[in-house]
């Protein structure tokens, strides 16, 4: 059964960093690309970050781009999440997400399991 774990959200001031960590259990994780998605409230789920199976190729979307930093460690099975420079709209629900594909991929039907989700909340 493939289990992903979101932790690492919380409070915190605008200008002000989180990192969020995922881990993922019940798969072979180095053949899994690896994403992280938001969610706002009365929003659609969104793009953030997406890193290839070796951690060679990253995809930011626009509003994170600069900010925001994916990573990966095969060998412990996690996918992180360094968030910096923090915004109130980046208050979200963070996903972690992985797809049995090769490709870097930003789409939401791309990925095949999907975590709980970890609440980030940025204050003005």
């Known amino acids: 059964q493939v289990q992903l774990v979101e932790s690492g959200g919380g409070l915190v001031q605008a200008g002000g960093s989180l990192r969020l960590s995922c881990a993922a259990a019940g798969l072979t994780f180095s053949t899994y690309t690896m994403g992280w998605f938001r969610q706002a409230p009365g929003k659609e789920r969104e793009f953030v970050a997406a890193i290839s199976r070796s951690g060679g190729n990253t995809r930011y979307a626009d509003s994170v781009k600069g900010r925001f930093t994916i990573s990966r460690d095969n060998a412990k099975n996690t996918v992180l999440l360094q968030m910096n420079t923090l915004k109130p709209e980046d208050t979200a629900a963070y996903y972690c997400?992985?797809?049995?594909?090769?490709?870097?991929?930003?789409?939401?039907?791309?990925?095949?399991?999907w975590g709980q989700g970890t609440q980030v909340t940025v204050s003005s």
């Open positions: 997400a992985a797809a049995r594909t090769i490709a870097v991929l930003t789409t939401i039907t791309a990925y095949n399991y």
